[in-house]
């Protein structure tokens, strides 16, 4: 069974970092396929970063870095100077095949 797990969320004090790791299981994933989207409370759920390109939100860029370990079938989320803002549901996808992980929390407070 194909799936995606996203670990390394928690909470930390704003200006602190954090690592989010996205372990693909079932399948091999693609090279140009894992992005990362979030979900603050009462919003749409937006696109954060992208492997294509790399893509980034204007909210992130200079901050956030998305990476690939392929022998590890994992992708990652290095987040760094985090703000108050940055607090939501984190959750990976693999957008060529429209598989999503279950989503991790971050809360970083002020």
């Known amino acids: 069974q194909e799936s995606l797990v996203e670990s390394g969320g928690g909470s930390v004090q704003a200006g602190e970092s954090l690592r989010l790791s996205c372990a693909a299981s079932?399948?091999?994933?693609?090279?140009?396929?894992m992005a990362w989207f979030r979900q603050a409370p009462g919003q749409g759920r937006d696109g954060v970063a992208s492997?294509?390109?790399?893509w980034y939100a204007d909210s992130v860029k200079g901050r956030f870095a998305i990476s690939q370990d392929t022998a590890k079938n994992t992708a990652y989320l290095q987040m760094n100077s985090l703000k108050y803002e940055d607090t939501a549901m984190y959750y990976c996808?693999?957008?060529?095949?429209?598989?999503w992980g279950q989503g991790i929390q971050v809360t970083v407070s002020s």
């Open positions: 996808t693999d957008i060529c095949r429209g598989l």
């Open positions: 079932g399948y091999t994933a693609g090279r140009d396929c």
């Open positions: 492997i294509r390109g790399p």
